[in-house]
């Protein structure tokens, strides 16, 4: 993904018409609801780095095409089409790569789980599951565009909340399965690894330490974790440090704070993975959330 200098507000008018290889991104806190960002970005042909994420993500694709690949335990893969939703879950990882010279332009909101509490109380002892992740719905596809529009724009907070709870409601009932399998043995021994790895941000570990803690052998865990998630175990160990700075930073904190608490070894090295991964440097997103607390 190639980017260049971070707005905390959404340009122009109409059709996304973000400024090639431009991120910009609106960090919006609504009362009695949460905090919700709000993306609107273009990307082109370099593929965009994996992404974990432990709040729900909804995306639209308004031009261009291009190929994505969802890790749920197994390998979803397939093309992106404008007006087309897709639904990326906590905990999944998601890569994807423009088809197409003239790239993609794209909105994505990034919603908490406590949201979806305030439509379901029984949110509150099950995560909502979404068995197809991919929305051919032109209502909600319209009701998603709006929420959008009114959070990376400022509109009033009465209109932002009753749209996006307009939005989550909608998806929420819609008919599909909401419920999760149950979780074969080794998907199990995954989550109980991913949990090590985010017991040990700050640790020096090794393979061993972790096929240990889940009695496996270095080399079964090692292929369980990557076939489960999509990524090597260390891979998926920066994953989770950039997670975890990224909540330190909307909080307020230092990046060189954020850095030593979240295991990297100073804040150039967190600045390197942090622009990888997320899209903007540390400083442009603590700044989205210094912005969006200003405001209210």
Do not use: C
Not at 246 to 251: D, H, K, P, T, V
Not at 289 to 295: H, K
Request: glycine share 8%.
């Amino acid at each position: 993904m190639k980017l260049g200098s971070f707005h905390s507000r959404e340009s122009g008018a109409g059709a996304v018409t973000p400024a090639a290889g431009r991120v910009e991104l609106r960090v919006t806190h609504l009362p009695g609801f949460g905090t919700v960002e709000a993306i609107t970005g273009y990307e082109v042909q370099t593929p965009a780095a994996p992404e974990l994420r432990e709040e729900y993500s909804i995306r639209l694709i308004e031009r261009g095409h291009g190929r994505f690949t969802l890790r749920r335990g197994s390998t979803l893969s397939d093309t992106t089409r404008p007006r087309r939703l897709l639904i990326v879950e906590p905990g999944e990882l998601l890569s994807s790569r423009p088809l197409s010279d003239e790239g993609w332009t794209f909105r994505r909101l990034n919603v908490p789980l406590t949201l979806w509490r305030t439509i379901d109380t029984d949110a509150s002892t099950m995560v909502p599951h979404f068995h197809e992740p991919r929305i051919v719905n032109p209502g909600l596809v319209d009701a998603f565009r709006l929420a959008h529009v009114s959070l990376s724009r400022g509109a009033t907070a009465l209109t932002q909340t009753t749209l996006l709870a307009a939005l989550l409601g909608a998806l929420h009932t819609r008919p599909a399965p909401n419920v999760r399998a149950p979780m074969r043995r080794e998907h199990a021994a995954v989550k109980r690894m991913a949990q090590y790895l985010r017991d040990h941000l700050t640790d020096t570990i090794t393979l061993a330490d972790v096929a240990h803690h889940v009695g496996l052998s270095p080399f079964y865990a090692l292929a369980t974790f990557r076939a489960a998630t999509g990524l090597p175990i260390h891979q998926y160990h920066i994953q989770m440090r950039v997670v975890h700075a990224r909540g330190m930073l909307a909080r307020g904190e230092t990046q060189t704070r954020a850095a030593m608490e979240s295991g990297f070894a100073d804040q150039s090295h967190l600045g390197r993975h942090f622009k990888r991964i997320v899209g903007v440097t540390p400083g442009a997103y603590a700044a989205a959330w210094t912005t969006s607390q200003s405001r209210y």
